[in-house]
């Protein structure tokens, strides 16, 4: 998973927490140094992701060792949370479903791209959730039109017509046939995102919602993972098996974050950290893979953020987190 593809998202527009009882109120200062350290902590992950395919590791055997990390590090939060998984009928459906549409299917496309693509490349990529989003819950009646969100939509798909482009953003012309793919997990992130804001979360919080999506992640990897022969050790640990485990836990970590920033400062303040995600994954690739991305990369990077400014909800009554 990835930032625009957590199992959940946090409540909708969650009131801002005051102190109560003398307990300590984080200022502005503090909260917008928590959005950079999610912008730049989930940044680093595309770049990351890459080198964990440097050594030909099959996707789902990424996938299974990604979610048996996420899965421990969710579990220590839940013991310190004393607040586990819930286990009726309708929450192990949620786990299943959303497990599919958010780990399975994009993070092995993810998994299979990013061994082809420049990983600068594949953060502006993710940034076409929201635009994917849009349509798909004007189609559920979830959202009303919008001409402000329409040209952002257009925008995106200009950015993605920008990296396609022979001889343009991509280092190798050869590498365009790998755009669709890597397009087809930002296509599962929007579907998972519509179904958890249709059908809701079955009165889990995200970190439940997300541990328990986690755990049924993993038991059904482990027989996809077999039968394709993609299972093998990480022992002992070397540079793509460390990349993996340091995201999968930066991950689970940061979207912990993620959530108390949300119902702390507001889910409208939160969302602004994607502006600073797509930015650090292509400074993140530069600086750990040695990317160089070319002017119309940056061409299309500016585009696409563009069109998530106007794609992205607005709130009708959005304020500023008070110092």
Same mark, same amino acid.
């Given at each position: 998973? @990835? ?27 503090v909260l917008l140094g928590v959005l950079v350290w999610l912008g730049v902590g989930w940044g680093s992950t595309h770049p990351l992701g890459k080198i964990a395919t440097e050594t030909g590791h099959g996707p789902f055997g990424l996938i299974f060792w990604q979610q048996v990390v996420m899965v421990v590090v969710l579990g220590a939060i839940a013991l310190v949370r004393r607040k586990g998984m819930v286990l009726t009928a309708p929450a ?16 092995? !496309? ?17 940034? @076409? ?9 004007? *189609? ?10 329409? =040209? ?6 200009? #950015? ?7 001889? =343009? ?20 992130? *929007? ?11 079955? #009165? ?26 993609? #299972? ?23 979207? =912990? @974050? ?12 939160? *969302? ?5 995600? !797509? ?38 009554? =959005? ?5």
């Amino acid at each position: 998973m @990835t930032f625009e593809a957590q199992a959940v998202a946090p409540p909708p527009n969650p009131s801002p927490m005051r102190g109560e009882g003398g307990a300590w109120t984080p200022g502005r200062k503090v909260l917008l140094g928590v959005l950079v350290w999610l912008g730049v902590g989930w940044g680093s992950t595309h770049p990351l992701g890459k080198i964990a395919t440097e050594t030909g590791h099959g996707p789902f055997g990424l996938i299974f060792w990604q979610q048996v990390v996420m899965v421990v590090v969710l579990g220590a939060i839940a013991l310190v949370r004393r607040k586990g998984m819930v286990l009726t009928a309708p929450a192990l459906r949620f786990y299943a479903i959303v497990a599919v549409l958010g780990t399975l299917i994009p993070n092995g !496309t993810f998994y299979a791209s990013v061994a082809h693509l420049p990983a600068g490349i594949m953060s502006i990529i993710i940034a @076409t959730v929201p635009m994917l989003a849009f349509p798909m819950a004007l *189609a559920l009646g979830m959202d009303r039109f919008s001409a402000l969100r329409l =040209a952002g939509l257009a925008l995106g798909l200009l #950015g993605v017509a920008l990296l396609a482009a022979p001889g =343009a953003a991509l280092p190798d012309a050869a590498m365009a046939a790998w755009l669709p793919v890597a397009l087809v997990g930002p296509l599962f992130y *929007a579907i998972e995102a519509n179904y958890v804001a249709y059908r809701g979360t079955q #009165g889990m919080d995200a970190l439940q919602a997300m541990l328990g999506a986690s755990l049924v992640g993993l038991i059904l990897c482990l027989p996809v993972m077999l039968v394709l022969g993609q #299972g093998y050790s990480p022992l002992p640990l070397g540079r793509d098996d460390a990349a993996l485990a340091l995201s999968s836990a930066l991950h689970a970590l940061l979207y =912990a @974050t993620y959530v108390w920033l949300a119902a702390t400062a507001g889910s409208v303040f939160a *969302a602004q950290s994607s502006y600073l995600v !797509t930015g650090a994954g292509m400074v993140w690739a530069m600086v750990l893979l040695g990317e160089r991305p070319s002017p119309l990369a940056w061409l299309a990077l500016a585009v696409m953020l563009a069109g998530v400014a106007l794609v992205q909800p607005r709130a009708r009554a =959005a304020k500023m987190v008070e110092a």
